[in-house]
């Protein structure tokens, strides 16, 4: 005899507990925190005046201080092209020549604060 809870199907609603976790991803994402792992509670909203201490010390001799020293990649306009964490994304994994200073000389939190800088050129 077989018990009504061992039938194919009567398990528990699996589906219903993956589009929740879906659901909330996205959200998680945007803070900026789903690719550190245990780097959550560190992160806070990007400091633009540091992000520019920070710009002006390694990105400024490619850029320029506006943006418009690299021709034809002028990051001026950056913000209508890509918001700040698609711009974390990009200074964390960027496409040569540009070089990569993330995770080392800067952290998450650095990466965040450049991107809040970058965005209001
Ligand atoms: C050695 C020179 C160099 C340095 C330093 C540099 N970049 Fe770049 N950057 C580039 C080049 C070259 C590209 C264009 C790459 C490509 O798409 O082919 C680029 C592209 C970009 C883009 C994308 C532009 C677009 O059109 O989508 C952003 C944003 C950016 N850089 C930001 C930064 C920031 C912020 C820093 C400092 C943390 C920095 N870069 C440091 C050379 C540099």
């Known amino acids: 005899m077989v018990a009504p809870a061992e039938k194919p199907g009567a398990g528990p609603p699996t589906v219903v507990i993956m589009a929740v976790t879906d659901a909330v991803r996205p959200a998680v ?3 900026g925190i789903a690719s550190e792992p245990g780097a ?3 992160l806070k ?13 390694s990105c400024v001799a490619c850029h320029g201080a506006d943006g418009t020293a690299l021709a034809g990649h002028s990051i001026k306009d950056i913000k209508a092209r890509i918001d700040a964490m698609q711009l974390s994304a990009w200074i964390k994994t960027p496409k040569p020549p540009m070089p990569k200073l993330f995770p080392s000389p800067y952290g998450a939190q650095d990466v965040v ?3 809040a800088y970058a965005e209001g050129f």
């Open 40 to 42: 959550q509670a560190a």
């Open 29 to 31: 994402r945007h803070a």
């Open 45 to 57: 909203p990007g400091d633009a005046a540091h992000g520019k201490a920070l710009y002006l010390q």
């Open 113 to 115: 604060d450049i991107a």
